[in-house]
């Protein structure tokens, strides 16, 4: 157990955290702003869409695993994503019983988003990082971010060019 001098230390961090959190969270406002003015989707439904062109026409199951998210969670995601034009399902040429996902001709137009985030302010900040910085920066957010009861296994997403 901790000393008592250890409890306003403690808050003193809380507080810098959360002011922190806060910021940085305004840096990325406005690109998630855009997504649902333009989309009706949140940012990180778009990243879904993202994932889906690099990785090309998947099973909901693959597209899930690829996002770190149930199954189910995943199935919910894909209906938004229909539902607004950015990912059609289609039936695998291979095997009937399997359905797969894929961006919309719309879904690579709304990717511009990423083009906009790519170039920002905040990309220029996070590439300012060293890459151990970077690599801390991003399990942690891993952590922070991963949905209540789901792991928090790091997204498998290829590097693609900036």
Do not use: K, Q, W, Y
């Not at 649902?36 to 026409?57: F, K, N, Q, Y």
């Not at 996002?67 to 994503?81: E, F, K, M, Q, Y």
């Amino acid at each position: 157990m901790g000393s008592i001098a250890a409890v306003p230390e403690r808050a003193a961090t809380m507080r810098r955290l959360a002011a922190a959190f806060f910021r940085a969270a305004a840096l990325a406002e406005p690109f998630a702003r855009e997504a649902a003015a333009r989309h009706g989707i949140s940012l990180a439904d778009l990243h879904a869409v993202r994932v889906l062109e690099l990785i090309g026409a998947a099973p909901v199951s693959r597209l899930a695993a690829e996002l770190g998210l149930h199954r189910s969670t995943a199935t919910n995601l894909v209906d938004r994503l229909e539902h607004a034009g950015l990912v059609e399902r289609e039936p695998s040429r291979d095997d009937r019983r399997v359905t797969l996902v894929r961006p919309t001709p719309a879904g690579i137009e709304a990717l511009e988003t990423f083009a906009t985030v790519r170039t920002s302010d905040l990309a220029r900040r996070l590439e300012a990082l060293d890459d151990e910085e970077r690599a801390t920066f991003t399990t942690l957010l891993e952590r922070i971010a991963a949905p209540a009861g789901e792991p928090d296994a790091p997204t498998a997403i290829p590097e693609t060019p900036a």
